[in-house]
T-cell receptor, first 115, second 111 residues
Framework: EPEVTQTPSHQVTQMGQEVILRCVPISNHLYFYWYRQILGQKVEFLVSFYNNEISEKSEIFDDQFSVERPDGSNFTLKIRSTKLEDSAMYFC?????????????FGPGTRLLVL | GENVEQHPSTLSVQEGDSAVIKCTYSDSASNYFPWYKQELGKRPQLIIDIRSNVGEKKDQRIAVTLNKTAKHFSLHITETQPEDSAVYFCAASMSASKIIFGSGTRLSIRP
């Protein structure tokens, strides 16, 4: 069964550094998402992406965040200047258009630790 | 925007008994309600979902109900087993849109 994949599984970085988190959505899916989950808390929406542009973003997704689909398979989240509070698990998700309502499938996550 | 409330935050049931988790949502435009199970350190896994044109859906030991008028939906797990122990998240969404998650319920199954 196809799955969303993410790399790296873990990333440790210094505050102020840039990080790029990578995702490979399921191949026939059209909608892509990033979520984050701070340890012990709920999953929070960051951004959705369709047709090569952002379709929606949350208040968390400020100017230090950006997303890109650099080729036909990868979907990336860049954090330009990481802060301590960016430490979290970041999940990528994808969905296909099915009857107008899409089921989102999550990747295994990247655990980001900012020191 | 949409807000999803979930309770209880923790739930402990005897193996074989039933577990019920309840959620409410605020935005009447939400039309899709998935439930995710998350084991420690793992991804959220979709276990069942319900669309707004359906009042109830069942899949083996898991069932979900939706009351659109009251904006309530709930998850029922019958004949619980040790492997049901996990954190369960309810969520609400509109078509092709973000999923708004509840705060989660940590379910523990006592042997």
């Amino acid at each position: 069964e196809p799955e969303v994949t993410q790399t790296p599984s873990h990333q440790v970085t210094q505050m102020g550094q840039e990080v790029i988190l990578r995702c490979v959505p399921i191949s026939n899916h059209l909608y892509f998402y990033w979520y984050r989950q701070i340890l012990g808390q709920k999953v929070e929406f960051l951004v959705s992406f369709y047709n090569n542009e952002i379709s929606e973003k949350s208040e968390i997704f400020d100017d230090q965040f950006s997303v890109e689909r650099p080729d036909g398979s990868n979907f990336t989240l860049k954090i330009r200047s990481t802060k301590l509070e960016d430490s979290a698990m970041y999940f990528c998700a994808s969905s296909e258009l099915a009857g107008g309502i899409e089921t989102q499938y999550f990747g295994p996550g990247t655990r980001l630790l900012v020191l | 925007g949409e807000n999803v409330e979930q309770h209880p935050s923790t739930l402990s049931v005897q193996e074989g008994d039933s577990a019920v988790i309840k959620c409410t949502y605020s935005d009447s435009a939400s039309n899709y309600f998935p439930w995710y199970k998350q084991e420690l350190g793992k991804r959220p896994q979709l276990i069942i979902d319900i669309r707004s044109n359906v009042g109830e859906k069942k899949d083996q030991r898991i069932a979900v109900t939706l009351n659109k008028t009251a904006k309530h939906f709930s998850l029922h797990i019958t004949e619980t087993q040790p492997e049901d122990s996990a954190v369960y998240f309810c969520a609400a969404s509109m078509s092709a849109s973000k999923i708004i998650f509840g705060s989660g319920t940590r379910l523990s199954i006592r042997p």
